[in-house]
């Protein structure tokens, strides 16, 4: 083979002297912290020329500046933090109850063979049926005071946490678990120092969907039975065709999911500063 055709002669960009471009990245995420509120800003200049032109009819679409200005009447009446902390309270309380067994169970499927065989098909059975669909029920258990909305909240919250626990210690590395197991520590020591974090990661995943799921069961069990609530309040505008102020609820619960998103983010930071 002639040198000029064989590729061991060919010269290569740091035999020329020139640096070689790193190709290693691995799908590196990069920070663009202006990207999402250019996009926002863009929609909101659209949606607000669109009504001053006439495009849109503000009883149906009203303009952003009419969402502010509603907005500002419920912050000076007090509307919104009435209705504000009484949505928070039943998410609070639903979520942790929801939450906290979830993770029981969920730890139980994933360590023991038999609460595995008993629980999947369970979780499988239970999981499909719409939370809100069952609000009727709970309110005949539990009457229509707070305990069934608190019952909806923690019941459509159990079982994604039962799912994502169990799921995410069925990532943890199984070598890991074998040599900690060789060198003898107690089951306790395994599973505080390698199941658990191991599993984290997938657990706090697990976090976003519930408090998703949360925010819009609050609201969904507001509007049926509720005297306060952002629920209760977007129903109310929409009865009497108020759709500045229905849009201004929208917008609440739009920046609370905002809230909760930034402060699991935050506790995801702190708990896997070890990545």
Do not use: C
Not at 66 to 72: K, M, Q, S, Y
Not at 185 to 209: C, E, K, T, Y
């Amino acid at each position: 083979m002639p040198d000029s055709l064989n590729p061991t002669t060919i010269p290569t960009a740091s035999a020329r002297g020139q640096p070689v471009r790193f190709r290693g990245g691995g799908f590196t995420v990069k920070r663009h912290p202006w990207a999402a509120l250019a996009a926002f800003a863009l929609l909101i200049a659209v949606w607000e020329g669109a009504s001053r032109l006439g495009l849109a009819s503000p009883l149906f679409l009203p303009p952003p500046s009419a969402v502010v200005r509603a907005l500002a009447g419920m912050v000076t009446d007090g509307s919104l933090w009435l209705n504000l902390k009484a949505s928070l309270g039943r998410i609070a309380v639903g979520w942790v109850l929801g939450t906290a067994g979830g993770m029981l169970v969920g730890f139980a499927m994933g360590i023991f063979s038999t609460a595995r065989a008993i629980g999947v098909p369970l979780v499988s059975a239970f999981f499909p049926i719409p939370k809100i669909a069952l609000l009727p029920l709970f309110i005949l258990w539990f009457g229509i005071g707070e305990p069934s909305k608190f019952a909806t909240i923690g019941f459509g919250v159990f079982f994604p946490t039962v799912i994502a626990t169990y799921s995410a210690i069925d990532q943890v590395p199984r070598n890991l678990i074998r040599m900690a197991q060789s060198f003898g520590l107690p089951w306790r020591s395994i599973l505080r120092s390698i199941v658990l974090p191991g599993a984290l990661p997938g657990i706090l995943a697990g976090f976003r969907i519930t408090a998703s799921i949360a925010l819009i069961l609050v609201v969904a069990a507001e509007m049926i039975g509720a005297e306060y609530g952002i629920g209760a309040f977007v129903l109310m505008a929409g009865n009497l065709m108020q759709t500045d102020t229905l849009l201004a609820g929208v917008l609440v619960l739009s920046l609370l999911g905002l809230a909760i998103g930034t402060v699991l983010s935050q506790l995801e930071r702190r708990l896997l500063n070890w990545r």
